[in-house]
């Protein structure tokens, strides 16, 4: 049975990633204002209908670097964190300005490899895009290339995306580029390359499909693409590779224009659990009494006063086992707080937590979405 494409309005969350070549005018250098306008026009369409929405978007160094007067080619590394300085500046102002004639308000994040792999910075960055989307705003999100050297950065926001995607627990990651999808073969060199429509899974088949970089804005290339697909279906999101050199390009996908689907059998939520519940090795333990453990069970939160005691030197943002009463594991959860701090306001209500700490910190010990229980 042949599998058909997913309907683009069944999605809640929708991470959309725009690649510096749509975004930049390399004979101008400087943005394409009428081809940003469209898009934006399909961003709010979205917003509109409900669908979280949150933009990856290269363009900061290929436009700091026009500003800055750099030339063609390749740039040494402090050259490149200059354009990139001058860059984020008017990529963010002109992001700002053009979802604000939508009545949109726009949010500027800057993140690095550190962000999205170390799971404590990884916890703060998502409960800030978290909080954005809660207040309906829409993130930018952008590598932060003034600070990124070679040895800790992504290198394209293909894959940066893709992290964005997981972190933000998107059902949807839409790669907007200069290509229409997969091949069978590179189709700039082989006449007989057939469009890939749907690819149920990512298979060494298809990574083996992947070729190289086809602009002097573009990092990234149909390889980078691949490695993206596995990590957002991996995460629970399907992913989508579309040309973005049309205009509208968002609405063109849900017309049923070219592109190429990428399909994951999970969700962002069964993704995240089992992650939690088998990929991350427990710093420690939280045992809970009787009320707390019927609480969980009903889709709660684990609140400070459920817990009797901590065990083990953890930190925020570390994988800890959730214990009942016998001592029995009945989960895992990312902690929200140092062990520490956990200590001296287990068994205490939230409004304690403030004068037991001298901060308002989180209210759960392990927030439901950071939480995995046994049978899940």
């Known amino acids: 049975m042949t599998q058909r494409a997913p309907d683009l309005a069944a999605f809640k ?4 990633k725009v690649g510096s070549s749509l975004l930049v005018d390399p004979q101008e250098a400087a943005a394409k204002r009428s081809w940003l306008t469209r898009l934006a026009d399909d961003i709010a ?9 949150l933009v990856v978007s290269s363009g900061a160094v290929a436009l700091g670097r026009s500003v800055l007067g750099f030339p063609k080619g390749a740039l040494k590394l402090e050259d490149s964190q200059a354009a990139a300085a001058v860059g984020q500046i008017a990529l963010a102002r002109l992001w700002a300005e053009t979802l604000h004639d939508r009545g949109l308000v726009a949010g500027q994040v800057l993140v690095t490899l550190g962000d999205t792999e170390e799971r404590r910075r990884y916890l703060y960055a998502r409960e800030c895009l978290t909080r954005l989307l809660a207040l309906r705003a829409v993130p930018v999100i952008n590598e932060n290339d003034t600070v990124a050297t070679a040895e800790i950065r992504y290198g394209d926001n293909d894959r940066l995306a893709a992290r964005v995607a997981t972190m933000a627990s998107a059902d949807l990651l839409i790669l907007l580029s200069d290509v229409d999808g997969l091949y069978s073969a590179p189709p700039d060199s082989n006449p007989d390359a ?6 149920p899974r990512v298979t060494a088949d298809i990574e083996a499909m992947a070729g190289g970089a086809a602009s002097q804005y573009s990092r990234g290339g149909m390889r980078t693409k691949i490695e993206a697909a596995k990590i957002a279906t991996t995460g629970g999101a399907h ?4 040309d973005g050199r049309e205009e509208a390009p968002i609405s063109r996908i849900a017309s049923g224009g070219r592109c190429t689907w990428f399909l994951t059998p999970s969700n962002p939520v ?8 088998g990929s991350l090795e427990p710093k420690g333990a939280a045992h809970i009494d009787d009320g707390a453990a019927k609480a969980l069970r009903a889709g709660k939160s684990l609140l400070p006063a459920g817990v009797t005691r901590i065990e083990g030197g953890f930190a925020r943002g570390d994988c800890i086992v959730i214990r009942n009463a016998k001592g029995g ?6 902690v929200t707080y140092d062990a520490t701090d956990a200590a001296k306001i287990i068994g205490r209500s939230t409004k304690e937590i403030e004068s037991l700490l001298g901060f308002k910190g989180p209210d759960e010990i392990i927030h439901r979405d950071d939480m995995a229980l046994s049978g899940e």
């Open 13 to 16: 969350r929708i991470v959309v």
């Open 45 to 53: 369409d979205l917003h509109r209908a409900g669908a979280d929405v």
């Open 194 to 199: 057939k469009h890939i429509p749907i690819v």
């Open 239 to 242: 992913m989508v590779i579309a």
């Open 270 to 277: 069964t993704a995240r659990k089992k992650w939690i519940a």
């Open 329 to 334: 594991e009945i989960g895992r959860g990312l």
